[in-house]
């Protein structure tokens, strides 16, 4: 099967955009070079947007067809860094190198353009050396500077404002900022699209931003099979699990157990595959949950519990967007639905789910006893499989999935 890698990454970017959105805003960061304040943005379309003026200034600036394509992917991902390390004690200059260096560890395992982790390592580095890496001038890669730019200008600009009351602040303030932050032939490029009305347009058009992006972005051409994709989930099962302090392996966890699971039943190496694929991406939603409802030690409230309840939209949103995973993103998304429709958050009944979601249902909960959690303590096997049972008894989850499960971790029907 082929999986398109563009229709993956921008998915993934929104992953980013909800993860920053929902921890950001707790944090209070201003850079100190800059005076940009995170904790004001919304993080909405911001790795996309940060893409598009990237490209617009790679446009002038004659970029190669390879270059403007590793541009393209390393703006997408520039954040990925911060997804799993947001947390309220971070310093501004903490931040700034751990969200680098991080982001850059993170995408040496990416499996395409090997060249994007050197750029989001540099992209905050100043052009005058006072970046959190020390880096400075020429010596800093031109993608880099050129990310260092757009992320700026993105985080600054306000689709909520009128155009007129800001495009000359904006054009003023890159002016003072070149050269101490700013590569003066990367800014003499932003000056030249700033004289054009449709860059501003663009960048204020959230309604239909993926045409916006679609129209200059680079055509990648990849299309990766399932191994391929299933690296891609890896990395993004270690960022989901990161989020909390109580889920460092939940994920990858899950996966295993779906995978062994599909394997006791007999299914093809592609369907036990997209078992273990779908283990790894079904908390992908939970980006978007601040982390101190994540990790909160008392009981949530009806709103913090509403709020958690979403991310399993958010997985839906997130993997309905890449094309040829269907069947993934639906067993993915529906691992706390329930038999007799008092799940969510599609309150899908019986009828509704297949046996796959009906699996990964039960790796799922029995993962959560089994692991210790913000408000209990780990559950021994026994006292897992007596809650387990109860709910397959009183027709919440599947008694013939449990006994599958059981099987295959080594059980009976009757534990």
């Known amino acids: 099967m082929d999986i398109d890698l563009n229709n993956v990454l921008l998915s993934l970017s929104i992953a980013l955009d909800l993860a920053e959105s929902s921890s950001v805003c707790d ?8 005076n940009v304040n995170y904790s004001k943005h919304e993080f909405i379309y911001h790795s996309q947007k940060t893409a598009y003026i990237a490209l617009e200034i790679a446009k002038d600036l004659q970029l190669s067809e390879h270059r403007k394509k590793i541009l393209y992917v390393s703006s997408l991902l520039h954040d990925i860094g911060a997804a ?4 309220s004690s971070h310093s501004s200059n903490k931040f700034m190198y751990k969200h680098c260096v991080d982001g850059s560890k993170v995408l040496k395992d990416f499996p395409f ?17 006072s970046g959190c890496l020390k880096l400075k001038g020429e010596n800093i ?9 757009s ?10 404002k009128s155009i007129s009351s800001q495009k000359d602040y904006l054009i003023n303030y890159v002016n003072n900022i070149t050269p101490k932050i700013i590569a003066p032939k990367v800014a003499k490029s932003f000056l030249k699209c700033a004289k054009k009305d449709y860059f501003w347009l663009n960048l204020k058009n959230s309604f239909s931003f993926n045409f916006v992006l679609d129209s200059i972005s680079p055509n990648l051409n990849v299309n990766m099979d399932l191994k391929k994709f299933e690296s891609i989930a890896y990395i993004f099962s270690n960022i989901i699990d990161s989020k909390s302090v109580f889920t460092a392996k939940h994920s990858k966890n899950i996966s295993e157990l779906a995978y062994n699971t599909a394997k006791y039943l007999n299914y093809s190496e592609e369907k036990c595959l997209k078992m273990k694929i779908a283990g790894l991406l079904h908390d992908i939603g939970k980006l978007a949950i601040p982390t101190k409802i994540l990790d909160k030690r008392a009981s949530l409230t009806e709103e913090e519990f509403y709020l958690m309840k979403s991310h399993v939209y958010y997985t839906k949103v997130i993997l309905n967007r890449i094309n040829n995973i269907e069947d ?17 958050v599609m309150g899908y009944t019986a009828k509704d789910l297949d046996e796959e979601s009906r699996i990964l249902a039960v790796c799922d909960i029995y993962q959560a006893l089994t692991e210790e959690r913000p408000y209990k303590k780990a559950f021994s096997n026994e006292k897992a499989f007596s809650i387990i049972n109860e709910m397959g008894n009183n027709n919440l989850i599947c008694k013939n999935a449990i006994n599958s499960f059981k099987h295959s971790i080594g059980l009976n029907d009757n534990i």
């Open 27 to 34: 944090m209070g960061i201003v850079e100190n070079h800059t």
């Open 84 to 87: 799993s390390f947001l947390s």
């Open 113 to 129: 353009f090997p060249e994007v982790s050197k750029i989001v390592l540099f992209h905050h580095e100043n052009y005058d050396g």
């Open 141 to 149: 890669p031109l993608e880099s500077q050129i990310i260092r730019l």
């Open 151 to 160: 992320d700026l200008l993105e985080l600054i600009f306000s689709p909520n």
């Open 328 to 344: 993934i993103a639906a067993w993915a998304s529906n691992h706390h639905e329930k038999l007799n429709g008092k799940g969510y």
